[in-house]
């Protein structure tokens, strides 16, 4: 298994700041991860901030919302990576479902799960490749 990458340790380290910081008034919260979005020139603390604003159910306008998601379809990649990290399933459907991933997206999420060994989104993203592409049989000739 390769080791994470310095970004993606960079990624989980300011997600776990962002959880600390939860507040119990969600637009407090919202406003203050999109400020951090906005302001911020570290990419791995842009892209934690988008996921957990593209994700909090209150306090984000419409327009937050949308700038989080246009940051996460370009970080596809890296936003799926860090969601396979933490096994949030649910998450990773609601992007798919989104129409976020290509097939090409979905071989390489298949991959990293599997090198980390993320049984849960490694099972679920088998699932949807059958169910979206199937598996083509090789042949192996004697």
């Given at each position: 298994?390769?080791?994470?990458?310095d970004?993606?340790?960079?990624?989980?380290?300011?997600?776990?700041?962002?959880?600390?910081?939860?507040?119990e008034?969600?637009?407090?919260?919202?406003?203050?991860?999109?400020?951090?979005?906005?302001?911020?020139?570290?990419?791995?603390?842009?892209?934690?901030?988008?996921?957990?604003?593209?994700?909090?159910?209150?306090?984000?306008s419409?327009?937050?919302?949308?700038?989080?998601g246009?940051?996460?379809?370009?970080?596809?990649?890296?936003?799926?990576?860090?969601?396979?990290?933490?096994?949030?399933?649910?998450?990773i459907?609601?992007?798919?479902?989104?129409g976020?991933?290509?097939?090409?997206?979905?071989?390489?999420?298949?991959?990293?799960?599997?090198?980390?060994?993320?049984?849960?989104?490694?099972?679920?993203?088998?699932?949807?490749?059958?169910?979206k592409?199937?598996y083509?049989?090789?042949?192996?000739?004697?």
């Amino acid at each position: 298994m390769r080791e994470k990458s310095d970004f993606l340790k960079d990624v989980e380290i300011a997600v776990q700041g962002l959880e600390r910081q939860k507040r119990e008034n969600p637009q407090e919260e919202g406003e203050k991860v999109y400020r951090k979005f906005k302001e911020s020139d570290k990419e791995a603390v842009r892209l934690a901030a988008a996921l957990r604003g593209f994700f909090l159910r209150e306090g984000v306008s419409e327009t937050q919302r949308e700038a989080f998601g246009n940051y996460i379809k370009e970080q596809i990649l890296a936003a799926s990576e860090e969601l396979i990290e933490e096994e949030d399933v649910e998450k990773i459907a609601y992007l798919e479902g989104l129409g976020w991933f290509d097939r090409e997206h979905l071989d390489a999420f298949i991959r990293i799960a599997r090198e980390r060994q993320k049984t849960a989104a490694l099972v679920w993203l088998m699932h949807l490749k059958d169910k979206k592409y199937g598996y083509s049989e090789k042949s192996f000739p004697i």
